[in-house]
């Protein structure tokens, strides 16, 4: 059995320093610029207690989700009515280029739930190709 | 050379002034830090007190003395002033969740009304949201941000402490809208003086308008000025308390129907290494220019000639302590 190996890794901890809980992984492909996107998300803790969420992403920027904002833009997503919000890079599709890349902060109660990493590439002909998406609880 | 602080006030009488009288900076700092920050763009009744930066060559043993004089000045000073931008909403409830009777009283259609205030000088170093069309700024204490709600009998307040569960997001064209949120998290709010419990993590109060035009902002960062408030298709408040994971234990929206805004720009001055003045304001009073003159009651304030450099959060102006006195302040450019 040969397990594929991950395109991106989560940070190795520092002693005595921050430490790294991988969260979850995806990876994608873009055939149009034939290139793999791959994203990886973890849990950063500080040695002082202080974490966050990270997305790291092979081929774009990534985000961070610091918990007091996480909270309030919950909150305020929840008083809009909406499902979910967004938070740190993001590819819109246009007419022109359907690809689609969002990392969606899932809500309930007015709290975080589940962080959504949804990455939709194209195929050869420049449509969209299926969409992907990994979901993982919000690790409050 | 020191920078001095005068400590005398004086009524702000000079009528071509008074529409746009700022109160510049009083400070001196043997380091490069700002230890001078005073509000500007104040509106200047007939008996606003008014103090000024005054940059004075003096005798080492003599400004020794006068020095820490001038910083417990200073200290009185800055711990009276409000933050540079305040926001004060009026409105109604439009939803009260309130089963279990936290909030006697509150009923849908009473009306509130609120202050918030902040200081963009104030925040934490800019978070590393890697997006260009996103901020989170969050305060580093009381006198950077406050928020105070009042509906009825019940007082809500918000105070920038630590753990610094607070700030505002700042959207510009991003998830489909324009948006400024404002909040506070449990461990920063009261509710008539009182904490929240431990246990109640979630929650707190905020302030929320969302243009989804997305032409209410121009970027992501933090606001001076307002657009009006019809430019927002969304505007409210909102109060809640609840554990984790579990529903509210209160929900309160209500939505803002008025609001006025105002921008008080603080002036800092610090005292270069090289012996030079450094004066900085922060970038989002980008109206305003900074005038000198050389007497606090007479003479007319001409504009700076160095011109104002913009860094990465602030405008600076650097100057070379040759004269005896100069008197700084940052006036509106179209007041």
Known sequence: MTTTPQLIETPANVPGGAQYQKLAYLDAYDAVLNLDYAFVAYKETDSNGDWRVRIKSSQTAGAVFEPAMMKSN????????????QWGYSFDPSASDPRCIQFRVHVVNGQPSEIEIYVQLRKFDGTADAAKSVKFPWPA | ???QCLTNSFACVAQNVAPKTIAPAVSQSAESNPIARIPAHRPAPQNALIRFAVLNALRPAVGFLRLLVLSASFIAFTSSQAAPVTLNIVGHLTLVNDSSNQLPGLTVGMPFTGTLQYD???????????SPHTEYYRFTNAAGFSFTLQVGSHTFTGTAVEPMENGIVMYDDYDMMDRFLAFFNPPETRHNGNPPPSE???????LTLIDTNRTAFTSDALPAVFPDLDKFTS??????????????????VGTITAFTASFQPQLNIRVQPNGSVQLAWPLAANDFVLETRDHPHTGTWTPVVQAAIATEHEFVVNISATDTSRFFRLARINP
């Open chain 2, 1 to 3: 050379m020191q920078i």
């Open chain 1, 74 to 85: 919950a909150r305020s997503t929840g008083a809009q009515g909406k499902p979910w919000f």
């Open chain 2, 120 to 130: 963009p000088a104030l925040t934490r170093p800019p978070s590393d949201i890697p």
């Open chain 2, 235 to 252: 505007h409210y408040i909102d109060i809640s308390l609840s554990k984790s994971g579990e529903p509210n234990l209160y929900y309160v």
């Open chain 2, 200 to 206: 109640y993590t979630y929650g707190g109060i905020g």
